[in-house]
């Protein structure tokens, strides 16, 4: 593990220490796991808003006259559908069929796109795309020179319309939907996403005005959140993460990406992956409802019969369940609502096997 002095920090690293956070690395990073209870926060944004440093997260910048063409070719999801001011979560495949990173992608005009990538992929998906660009796009990355705050839960919206001037178009702006303009005073990019299943926007802006936008959000109610209660939300709304249900050699197919994947078009690994989609894989991502709240864990076994079907791949505490819940890959013949076991070091605790989607947005 690096030591605090190799890490590097947020613009609103202070923010968090001066609220308490506690901090670990996390992405070359050094992050708020927590302020408080991770419950507390976790019920924050399900029941009012929260927000989430999520600065480490890398952010780049494309254009010239192929970006278009360029993008089409190393995502899986179909750049032609947007529009301006639109944006859409994609995939970067590899040539096997597996995933170099989940991404989301927005088009600014029709020759400029801006993308957001994981934070612990930053060096890594760069210099993949650099690599395959055989088509004179400029890539610039302004990582440092920004900030990124995750405002989400439902009172998500009303609070950042009146923080702003732009209550309109943020109450009536789709998903992944861009909408530009000062909140608090600071002028941000703000893009209708997140990463809890709750209503929210990500706000891009100047790094150094981070502090006085993440202030003013505090001082309107908004609670801060870490990266605990972030993995826990997640793991509810049926996000995947990668490094557990997304990898190098995971074909999105089985982990029910599908849906971002372009049925027609041509792109880096789109024969394994429409291979996949036409003749389906041997395992496939699903829930695990436990029936009590011991931590399931990473590489845990799941049992069904008696007999070895799959294995944990992340496992949270669900404060809206009250139970512990994960994803698992499993054997894709195993129908939903089969009970099953999972082997927690050494004892056998019983379980469910259930959609991967545990809580809906109310």
Known sequence: ??????????????????????????????????????????????????????????????????????????TTNDISRLEDGRGQYSLLPNERGGCVDDIIVYR????????????????KDVAWIRSKNDFGVEISDDTEQTAMIAVQGPSAVGILSNASDLSGKLQDSPAFGVVTGQFGGVECFAARSGYTGEDGYELICASEDAPKLWDDLLAKGVIPCGLASRDALR????????GHELGDDINPISAGLGWVVGKSKHFIGSGPIHAARSNGTPQKLQGIKLDSKRLLSPEMKVYVGGREVGEITSGVYSVVLECSIAFAFVDSGIPLETPCEVDIRGKMEPAMIVSKRFVKRK
């Open 1 to 74: 593990m690096p030591s605090t002095e190799t890490l590097n920090r947020t613009p609103l690293h202070q923010a968090h220490v001066k609220a308490g956070g506690k901090m670990v690395p996390f992405a070359g990073y050094e992050m708020p796991v927590q302020y408080g209870s991770v419950i507390q926060e976790a019920k924050a944004v399900r029941e009012h808003a929260g927000m989430f440093d999520v600065s480490h997260m890398a952010r780049l910048w494309f254009r010239g006259a192929r970006t278009p063409e360029f993008l089409e070719w190393i």
């Open 108 to 123: 600014i005009t029709e020759n400029v796109f801006r993308m957001v990538v994981n934070a612990a992929n930053h060096e």
């Open 235 to 242: 793991v509810e709304a049926g996000l995947p993460l990668y």
